[in-house]
């Protein structure tokens, strides 16, 4: 594990880690794979699951994007980043650094929740072989788990306005939601899941025709005791995307020996000797 400094295209710099078999050959690398977190998770939850892909033959990349984790160097109210430009900075220069590496081995773009939600808008996403997402949806309230559907119109009209309001950035430790995110992060988030078509329905134009166009091969991973997103959720991001060669996969917990999976359970460590190899391996082909 190398730690390495992304430098985005606006002269930004964020904090990542690389992953690389020890004692393999350049030529024997199956493949090098960049892990996009989820909203407000560290590229720290990730590490076990990057352990792992190396030891299977794979290069592995994570990273924290502008105000989170590592990539973190002022206090959070100073942030003026929103998720598109997570996605057309950050997630860029993580994908670029992978694009630099010397090697011919395919690419993967593994995205947890909004890191498969907006790969679209990554710059050169199409010298990507495949995408994998987990646990990706698009966070439309009224089509969310029935658990939290009920909490959220408490949240988005009271709960997130008013405490990140008061604090100049959203302090989800304090309140045990999400995670502590920049204040433009949120206010574009909740657009978002307001909105029956996600980003799709509130950004530009430009935006939309992404997401119609994009034309690499996906692969969507999720789970029915998902406490956050719903099937529908899963399926109606799946739509925005315009690939022709798509597919969703619902898994149930009990199909795969598992009691409890849920939005965040896939990367934990308990999972590497089934789940990983079961539902991951397959897909890097």
């Not at 699951?49 to 794979?58: P, R, Y």
């Given at each position: 594990?190398?730690?390495?400094?992304?430098?985005?295209?606006?002269?930004?710099?964020?904090?990542?880690?690389?992953?690389?078999?020890?004692?393999?050959?350049a030529?024997?690398?199956?493949?090098?794979?960049?892990?996009?977190s989820a909203m407000g998770v560290s590229q720290a939850y990730y590490q076990p699951?990057?352990?792992?892909?190396?030891?299977?033959?794979?290069c592995v990349l994570t990273f924290d994007c502008s105000g989170i984790g590592e990539s973190k160097d002022k206090h959070l109210k100073e942030y003026q980043c929103n998720i598109l430009d997570w996605a057309t900075q950050d997630y860029s220069a993580a994908l670029q650094f992978v694009l630099d590496?010397?090697?011919t081995s395919p690419i993967y773009w593994l995205g947890h929740s909004l890191g498969g939600q907006v790969f679209p808008l990554v710059h050169n996403i199409e010298h990507v072989s495949k995408v994998i997402t987990v646990s990706s949806g698009t966070g439309y309230w009224k089509?969310?788990?029935?658990?939290?559907?009920?909490k959220a119109p408490l949240f988005w009209y009271f709960i997130m306005p008013i405490a990140t309001s008061?604090?100049?950035?959203?302090?989800?430790?304090r309140i045990g939601m999400v995670g502590d995110l920049p204040k433009q992060v949120m206010y574009q988030w909740r657009r978002w899941c307001l909105h029956p078509?996600?980003?799709v329905g509130v950004e530009s134009e430009s935006v939309?025709?992404?997401?119609?166009?994009?034309?690499?091969?996906?692969?969507s991973i999720s789970f029915t005791d998902d406490e956050m997103l719903s099937l529908t959720n899963m399926r109606d991001l799946h739509a925005l995307f315009g690939n022709k060669n798509k597919q969703l996969k619902n898994v149930h917990p009990k199909d795969v020996g598992e009691k409890r999976i849920g939005h965040l359970g896939f990367f934990r460590e308990t999972f590497k000797d089934n789940l990983w190899p079961r539902l991951l391996l397959s897909e890097f082909d």
């Open positions: 594990m190398q730690a390495v400094t992304l430098n985005t295209i606006n002269n930004v710099s964020i904090q990542g880690y690389w992953f690389t078999p020890q004692g393999l050959d030529k024997f690398i199956k493949g090098k794979i960049v892990i996009a699951i990057a352990d792992w892909l190396t030891e299977q033959g794979f590496t010397d090697s089509h969310n788990a029935p658990a939290l559907r009920k008061l604090f100049g950035y959203f302090p989800g430790k078509n996600y980003c939309k025709a992404k997401f119609q166009q994009i034309d690499v091969p996906l692969v």
